[in-house]
């Protein structure tokens, strides 16, 4: 009783903040597409700032605190509110290679989780045709060039939140701003803008992290030069930080059938509802003990998380391809 009546008393903090921003803020209250566009710009612009003042715990830290809740988002809003699950035994098959990645299987063998997505989508055969035309030549790239392969999948995978967040509603005019505002900070990231400014600060340092910067310049831009590499490790803390911010606020705020934000309360019995009770305490635990591992151990507690997730960039290709080929948005 006390874990649920803890969000009563969040919920009444949140009418109180409420009631006195709204004479500001009151159409964004009522307005989900203007909230969701503010919310998106707002995440966008500090991830920037973040990334610019201390990318390495932007690095470190954010697998570790985020990371979790964005695999539960991933696996809600693309799998379980669809109801994907339940379209049989092909999409149970969908699971046998995302479980194999998990255990070091090559990308080949995790492509393999596009083909029974595919199959069991409604769509024409030409459309399958297509989709798995598509699987064949990356499987190729895969086996010929498995080393570079994973490292533009590393990168490219953050934008997928992007366009799975434009893709589950019609959007306004407006709402073009968002993704414009994230490929220009991209781009002046990789022209080297940040570059003068981070001399400056000394903003490569994290004391304590257990790693450094050059430590992901090798794993996340391996023989990119040293000018080139640093800038991509940059755009890929920024990036990773949106790709959070997606999956995390601006999905969750379309995925709801209701246009005004949602009591604390209503949000975590829409999470028992989705997940049962005793699978949201795994999810809970899972986090707080990644968590308490990174007190102990940051780097060793980043890449174990960051070896649970290697799935889910896999499964958000899948889901894709099946909503591509039946030519609709995901139905919640």
Known sequence: MTALAQPWWIDSVRSRVYRALRPWLAHLYADRASRVLWLGVFSVVVAFTLTLVSPLWLLALGPVLLGVPHLVADARYLVVQPKLHERGALAWLVALPLLATGFGAPPAISLLCLVPAVLMARGSVARKVIALTAWAGLTALSLAWENPFLLVFLHAHNLVALG????LRPRTKQAFVLPVLVLACTGFLLAGGADPFLTALGAWAAPGSGTSFSEFIETAAPGLGATFGPRLVLSFAFLQSVHYAMWLRLVPEDARTRPAPRPFRATWDA?????????????????????????????????GYLRLAAFHGYLELAVGAFFLVERKRPAW
């Not at 799975?164 to 893709?167: E, F, L, P, Q, R």
């Open 164 to 167: 799975w967040w434009w893709a």
């Open 271 to 303: 999470l028992v509802k989705d997940f049962g009770f005793p699978l949201l305490l795994v999810f809970i635990g899972l986090t707080a003990f990644i968590a308490f591992w990174g007190l102990e151990d940051l780097a060793g507690a980043r890449w």
